[in-house]
Structures are given as C-alpha cells and as structure tokens.
C-alpha cells in the first residue's frame, strides 16, 4: 500500500474517534476507549511519518510510555468512580459537592 493512502487513513480514524469521543462522553469507559483508539491512531500515523522522514523511533518510546501512564490514571479513576458512586456515568459527578 501506498504510504499516502496509510497516513489518511490513520487521520480517519483520528478523525471517527474524534467524534465517537463528543458522542459517548456519559459513561467514563467508553471516554477512555475512545481517548485509547486517538492515541492508537497518532502513534500509528506517527510511526509512518518517523519512517518516512528516516528518523529514529526513540520519540515512541517515550510517546508509548506517557500512553501507559495516562491509561493507569484514567482506569484507576474509573475504579474510584465505581467504588465511591456504584457506576461509571459522568453525569452523576459533580464538582460542587
């Protein structure tokens, strides 16, 4: 496959989570999902530019390690929410209380 038809297609499904993520904002596992399927597509679509330019792949290291970090921090907010308020539902959270 052509390396233009690859990068446009990981933009589409940067783009598609995009909008699944202004979709889906209720329920706080299907917001991490969707923050995980963007993060796919940017490393996708940035490992085909590091090859492309002939550039070293130390950039996703460290991209896949800040990845690994903020999946810790969303999925333990998620056990939090479910342990404090018995669902994952964002409506029920509030920041005045």
Known sequence: MQLN????????????????FSLMFKHMLMTLINIEFMI???????????????LNLYFMAF??????????IGLS?????IRKLGNDFMNSTSLIK
């Open 63 to 72: 991209f896949w390690t800040i990845c690994v970090c903020e999946s810790i």
């Open 77 to 81: 907010i998620l056990v939090f929410m």
């Open 40 to 54: 796919l597509s940017l490393s996708y679509f940035m490992y085909m530019m590091l090859n492309w330019l002939n």
């Open 5 to 20: 038809y690859l990068m446009n297609l990981s933009i589409l499904f940067f783009l598609i989570s995009c909008f699944m």
